[in-house]
């Protein structure tokens, strides 16, 4: 069994940064596929960036260049370093690790707001 939990969220305003964190517990977590996942209101949960157990990085089409995932496997932490962050990133944030069965945090709130 895994449990995720996210921290780091809040508010912030235009052109600003967070970081996210998802603290892991259970074995074998260096196995696992990391990833981050958003949600926005009257939208579908969409992927923002997972990394493999390799390091090799994967980003969705409007957080390119601007968001950074990475993992820490002896800290059994996933991090989302967040920057230049639009209104449009406004959504609650969930942690999710994969090795054949997905895990899922309860999510963290992101909102940009001037």
């Known amino acids: 069994q895994v449990q995720l939990v996210e921290s780091g969220g809040g508010l912030v305003q235009p052109g600003g940064s967070l970081r996210l964190s998802c603290a892991a517990s259970?074995?074998?977590?260096?196995?696992?596929?990391m990833g981050w996942y958003r949600q926005a209101p009257g939208k579908e949960r969409e992927l923002v960036a997972a990394?493999?157990?390799?390091?090799?990085?994967n980003y969705g089409d409007p957080v390119k260049g601007r968001f950074t995932i990475s993992r820490d496997n002896v800290k059994n932490t996933v991090y989302l370093q967040m920057n230049s962050l639009k209104p449009e990133d406004t959504a609650v944030y969930y942690c999710?690790?994969?090795?054949?069965?997905?895990?899922w945090g309860k999510g963290t709130l992101v909102t940009v707001s001037s």
């Open positions: 990394i493999a157990t390799s390091g090799t990085t």
């Open positions: 259970g074995s074998m977590l260096r196995l696992y596929v």
């Open positions: 999710n690790a994969n090795f054949g069965v997905n895990y």
